[in-house]
């Protein structure tokens, strides 16, 4: 449906140029209104209103592909582009996050103490010996 819709679309709209381009413009009709012209085979109007009946056909048959084919394709749509994207493993992340522990190193800096009192140890193993 949707195929056909574009194709009669893109017919349409290469029709409604070619007819907008065999018109004249608002200017060329003021030489054949004081007998200027030598193409009064449709009288001083020309073949205007056949022309504009349809340019006004084609130009609605163009509105209304033109708005059919909007409705098709935002009602066709139901997915997301993110729909497609792999998303990472769970075992694969746990890794990760196990390698940035081990990778983690601790310095320990050294405690002053302020005057008068006793350094807190620096370890739990300095701790032990102190007592």
């Not at 006004?56 to 582009?81: C, D, H, N, Q, R």
């Not at 190193?105 to 102190?130: C, D, F, L, W």
């Amino acid at each position: 449906m949707i195929t056909l819709l574009t194709v009669i679309h893109v017919a349409v709209c290469l029709f409604l140029i070619v007819i907008v381009l065999l018109q004249h413009g608002k200017g060329a009709d003021a030489g054949a209104t004081f007998g200027g012209s030598s193409q009064s085979l449709f009288g001083t109007e020309g073949p205007l209103p056949l022309l504009n009946k349809i340019t006004t056909t084609v130009a609605i048959v163009f509105m209304l592909t033109s708005v059919s084919l909007a409705y098709f394709s935002s009602s066709k749509s139901t997915g997301s582009v993110m729909s497609g994207l792999n998303k990472p493993k769970a075992a694969a992340v746990v890794k990760v996050k196990e390698q940035a522990k081990k990778e983690e190193k601790v310095i320990p800096m050294p405690v002053t103490a302020p005057e008068g009192q006793k350094a807190a140890p620096a370890s739990m193993e300095e701790a032990a010996k102190e007592k």
